[in-house]
């Protein structure tokens, strides 16, 4: 067990480096500071070996009968090297503002998302850790749509106060997971969209679903708030393309059951969804979340 004064320690300094970092990233030229986002980015592939060590276990799971160890190792390299470029462009957006951001993505299927509001229910933007998750929020924030996310408060008091702020500074409503279900509701009541990432094993109520052909605990909060509500459903991802151009992509609406006897298959419905975002960009998901420790906890060890 650590001491407190350990963690104490641990805390601070990682609240002095992320503040340090985000302001460094408001000063410095556009392609300088992309350029030491991805440095700090690809470094931490090698200074962080504890979440190298889930990250290549999770890409085994995924994908070890289909790629050689080289490979795998590649794409974890990608995926902290693209954190870092991920990160950049959430400071920016906060620093320069909504006619900075309204230029950064190519949005295909925004009707999808569009025809939902028109329903008048409120809709849950369905995505996972892939891609910019956060950017993608505060884009739609910040070319006028009301948007609202659930979001896990950090055991860091300070560093969770700090990632509020800078989605409030964007226009996200933030609701905390734990004590947020009734303004998610109301949210929807409104008519507006709710943001929801459904790709981690939480402690949340959940259900088993296939997750990149091995089961894993996937949360079930999504379904529920759409069969009791009437939101519609709407999968929607931003990722970089080859390019380094970021690309949204809005999919239809869900076709979900909304009963009990359907839960099960509702839910492994969402998590295709995302999962169909992971296969297309797959050094572009948080593979250091410990994915599939309800049922493979063993690979972690």
């Known amino acids: 067990m650590k001491r407190p004064w350990v963690r104490w320690l641990r805390r601070l300094i990682a609240y002095a480096f992320v503040k340090s970092v985000t302001k460094i990233g408001e000063i410095l030229p556009a392609r300088i500071g992309r350029r030491l986002y991805v440095s700090l980015g690809r470094a931490s592939y090698y200074l962080l070996p504890n979440s190298r060590r889930i990250a290549l276990a999770n890409l085994r799971v995924a994908f070890g009968e289909h790629a050689a160890d080289k490979e795998i190792r590649a794409i974890a390299k990608a995926t902290f090297a693209n954190l870092g470029r991920f990160a950049y462009d959430i400071v920016q957006a906060r620093h320069r503002g909504p006619e900075w ?67 409030t500074d964007v ?75 970021y690309e949204i992509d809005i999919k239809e609406a869900l076709k979900i059951g909304g009963r009990d006897e359907t839960l099960r298959e509702d839910v492994e419905l969402c998590s295709k969804a995302i999962e169909d975002f992971i296969r297309r960009k797959p050094s572009q998901w948080v593979w250091m979340h410990k994915r599939w420790k309800s049922v493979l906890g063993e690979i972690y060890q």
């Not at 300070?158 to 509020?164: E, I, M, R, T």
């Not at 947020?180 to 507006?192: D, P, S, T, W």
């Not at 790709?199 to 109520?205: G, P």
């Open 171 to 245: 226009g996200v409503r933030v609701l905390d997971r734990s004590k947020g279900l009734i303004q998610a509701f109301r949210c929807l009541k409104r008519g507006e969209v709710l943001g929801v990432l459904i790709d981690q094993d939480t402690s949340v109520e959940s259900v088993l679903v296939d997750f990149l052909g091995t089961p894993a605990k996937t949360a079930v909060g999504a379904v529920k708030l759409a069969s009791r509500t009437g939101a519609a459903i709407v999968p929607l991802a931003m990722t970089l393309n080859d390019s380094g151009h």
């Open 101 to 167: 951001v309204k230029h950064l993505a190519t949005v295909r299927g925004k009707h999808n998302l569009d025809e939902a509001l028109a329903r008048g229910k409120g809709v849950i933007a369905l995505t996972g850790h892939v891609g910019n998750w956060e950017l993608l929020a505060a884009y739609f924030s910040m070319i006028g749509y009301p948007i609202n996310v659930l979001a896990t408060s950090l055991k860091d008091s300070k560093l969770n106060d700090l990632l509020v702020k800078m989605r």
